[in-house]
């Protein structure tokens, strides 16, 4: 029981010098990548108005695009190893992407067979992060790894244009079968991690990479990777 006592005051006494060692905020800029799935697939547009009695679909499962932007966050830290970090990032592109996916059906019995073929461009994206958790950092000399869990709110804003085609000649285009853009706000997570290199003692540089998810328009799964300098408040 004594031991225990011991260990109990051990580890008090050593909280206020962990304070102390550890700095108070870490504010982050750089650059971002992303690797954003725009579409995780999307069936294609029936234009037969006859009854469907069988339908196969084949085609690209969805739709990712490169993507450019920023990335920053400030860290507040409790202690050496624990924080809680603020992070928002921006993505953008002027470039599109399609999905093209093939409908082949049967109207009527002995009617033979007709093949829709739906293609869904996306362009212009412009995606928004803003996420809010915890991170767990470990400090070995000038390297300081450390490990994310973030949730909250994805922004998405892009247009999006859907041309169908049959067999039959029928050609139907544009924003009468779906909106034209795409604009919408929803739930998002991010897991990852990184590590800091200390160039001074108020300055480091950050690489990190991230996994996001969201739910936001037609956003699914996402891959982010992000550099820049660290400045150091505090301490």
């Known amino acids: ?3 225990w006592f011991a260990m109990v005051l051990a580890v008090m006494y050593s909280l206020p010098c962990f304070a102390q060692d550890a700095t108070k905020a870490e504010i982050f800029a750089g650059y971002s990548y992303g690797n954003y799935e725009l579409s995780a697939g999307t069936a294609p547009i029936s234009l037969s108005t006859a009854g469907i009695s069988t339908t196969m679909v084949s085609g690209a499962p969805s739709a ?3 993507l450019s932007g920023w990335n920053s966050s400030a860290t507040v830290n409790i202690n050496r190893w624990f924080g809680f970090a603020t992070d928002f990032s921006g993505y953008y592109s002027g470039s ?4 093209t996916q093939t409908e082949t059906l049967t109207p009527c019995t002995g009617c033979g067979t007709e093949t829709n073929t ?12 803003f996420l809010f958790g915890p991170q767990f950092s470990y400090p070995a000399g000038k390297i300081r790894p450390f490990a994310q869990f973030l949730v909250g709110g994805e922004h998405v804003d892009v247009m999006r244009l859907v041309t169908a085609t049959n067999s039959g000649g029928i050609i139907a285009i544009g924003t009468n079968i779906l909106p034209g853009r795409v604009a919408e706000t929803g739930f998002a997570m991010a897991l990852g991690g990184g590590a800091d290199y200390s160039i001074k003692r108020k300055l480091a540089w950050r690489i990190q990479a991230d996994y996001l998810t969201s739910q936001a328009g037609l956003a699914q799964n996402h891959v982010r990777i992000s550099t820049g300098l660290v400045w150091r408040v505090g301490n």
């Open 118 to 129: 739906t293609v869904n461009t996306f362009a212009s994206p412009k995606i928004h992060n």
């Open 1 to 3: 029981m004594r031991h």
């Open 64 to 66: 990712r695009m490169g």
């Open 96 to 99: 599109s992407v399609s999905v």
